[in-house]
């Protein structure tokens, strides 16, 4: 059932979201916390990470890459508190993508983010190809993930996002969950809608990779942060236009040690302030948008 392919989705004519207020957009802002969970040598990998970083292109090396291992250390040391600045003098909520290992070896972060009213979900316990691991490691990570989550900020993730999936792992979630005794609301392990949608009795809130400062580090991606702003500007404005008959929702994803260098974070506060000078517009974080999903759109054994 998870892994059948769906070409049509809800067709020419969604459902009306009802977003509070009658908004004509919702807007969810993800930031990925992964910051010590990629590939490295210290975590006992094969090979070093050459994924999302300042000079893509590179090939794994055996030994651990100092340069890279930096690299993401700017996230978690300095590019996570200049978002969240910025998140906090507006007073707007995000969901945070937070990799187990890289809460393991620096909560700091995180707690911060759960005090300050951000939803903390899990981008799985590590930042890697889970294609290439075996389905029993898979289970094995799933529980490893929630625990570290659990064991930051009090309370499990209700949210989950792998990010680099195997064809098993939307199953393996939903299973451990269940076996757990814990509710999971939600994940994001798609890029297909515009509006969340259930699969069976689960549900799925789509992801996105093109309104994402990844872009900066794939090809074709951002060469500037001007045209990152543009890009994320021209989404929201097609978007609160349709919304005038036909509301959806517009996702912008984040990274600690891309976006939150000074250069390309001007450019996300320049889009911030230009969604904030618009009324009807309801910016969520991704546990506030299914709990609204659930209750505008029950499954029939929840009436």
């Not at 009306?16 to 802002?29: C, D, E, H, K, T």
């Not at 490295?40 to 090979?47: A, F, H, I």
């Not at 000074?262 to 948008?289: H, I």
Request: glycine share 8%; with cysteine; aromatic share 14%.
């Amino acid at each position: 059932m998870f892994n059948t392919r769906d070409l049509r989705g809800y067709g020419q004519y969604g459902p009306q979201p009802n977003w509070p207020n009658g908004a004509r957009i919702a807007i969810s802002f993800v930031l990925n916390y992964e910051e010590g969970g990629e590939n490295t040598p210290s975590n006992g990998d094969p090979g070093t990470e050459v994924f999302l970083n300042e000079t893509p292109g590179g090939q794994p090396k055996k030994d651990r890459d100092m340069n890279m291992e930096t690299q993401y250390e700017y996230g978690s040391r300095v590019g996570v508190w200049r978002i969240m600045r910025m998140f906090e003098k507006r007073g707007w909520k995000f969901t945070c993508y937070a990799v187990g290992r890289a809460v393991e070896l620096n909560p700091e972060p995180v707690k911060a983010m759960f005090e300050q009213g951000h939803e903390i979900a899990s981008h799985n316990y590590r930042w890697i190809d889970y294609a290439a691991l075996s389905e029993q490691q898979e289970r094995e990570h799933i529980h490893l993930g929630i625990n570290a989550i659990k064991d930051a900020i009090g309370k499990p993730p209700v949210g989950w996002y792998t990010g680099r999936i195997s064809p098993r792992s939307r199953q393996i979630a939903v299973e451990e969950f269940k076996k757990l005794g814990l509710p999971l609301l939600y994940d994001s392990d798609a890029y297909n809608d515009e509006l969340p949608y259930y699969v069976g009795d689960h549900l799925v809130i789509p992801y996105t990779l093109d309104a994402n400062d990844m872009k900066f580090s794939v090809a074709p991606g951002f060469s500037s942060p001007d045209a990152f702003f543009q890009y994320l500007k021209n989404t929201f404005d097609v978007l609160y236009e349709e919304g005038a008959t036909r509301p959806k929702f517009m996702n912008v994803g984040l990274h600690c040690r891309l976006v939150g260098k000074p250069g390309r974070a001007a450019a996300l506060d320049q889009f911030m302030n230009y969604v904030s000078g618009f009324k009807d517009v309801w910016v969520c974080t991704r546990e506030e948008m299914a709990n609204h999903w659930r209750r505008e759109f029950p499954l029939e054994e929840e009436l």
